[in-house]
């Protein structure tokens, strides 16, 4: 079974006085809509946490929320893992998991702090494709978000520009500013190359038939 392995850790969190983020987080990816895990998120030592998901669709959602919150070093990890695979996401073993490692070792000293390791070279497509995505929402401003959440809730330009109290003539220059457009195209892309990676087979690919 190949699966993706996530391994987070936070960024500074040896400074003196640093908050403690991880339950937040814990809490807010175990929150995502639609989102189906397949071992969730625990704290594994200190200020590190990891799941595992067999679902493609999964992916995007957890690293857009991580890259949001721009305060963790995110490994990502693709392989197989030992089975059965234990209820506890830190009791599993296997290559996955050993990727992650490795990945997010490497996401110290990476662009966006973002690293996917795997034993495939189609896995350097996926981390391409995050990195490209996490340059544009590293320019999404405050109120982008606030319009790309909204979006996200299925809320049409003109619903937005209602719920905000703004134009929709607005609505639609700060969804351009926050590259929304650009950005469910993106996760479109992870999700599909996360697919291959998994199944062997795009997201999409059978519709396309």
Known sequence: ?????????????????APDRVPDALTGLAALQGTTLLRSFERTAGDEFQGVLDDPAALAPVVERLLRED??????????????????????????FVHAR??????????????????????????TALWL??????????????VADLV????????VA????????????RAQAAGIVEGLRARELV?????????????GAEAAR
Do not use: C, F, H
């Not at 079974?1 to 006085?17: E, F, H, I, N, P």
């Open 133 to 146: 995505w996490a340059a544009l929402l590293s320019r999404r401003t405050r109120r982008g978000w606030e």
């Open 152 to 159: 996200d809730r299925g809320l049409r330009y003109d619903d």
């Open 191 to 203: 999700t599909g190359l996360t697919s291959a990676l998994l199944t062997g087979v795009p997201a």
């Open 71 to 96: 305060a963790w070093n995110v490994g990502v990890g693709i392989g197989a893992v030992d089975e059965p695979l234990p209820e506890s996401t830190r009791a599993g073993r296997g290559p996955a």
């Open 102 to 127: 490795t990945a997010v070792t490497a996401a110290k000293s990476s662009p966006w702090r973002l690293r996917v390791e795997g034993e495939v070279p189609e896995v350097r497509a996926l981390e």
């Open 1 to 17: 079974m190949q699966v993706v392995v996530l391994t987070v850790d936070q960024r500074g969190s040896t400074r003196l006085a």
């Open 162 to 173: 209602e719920r905000l109290g703004i134009s929709q003539s607005a609505v639609s220059q």
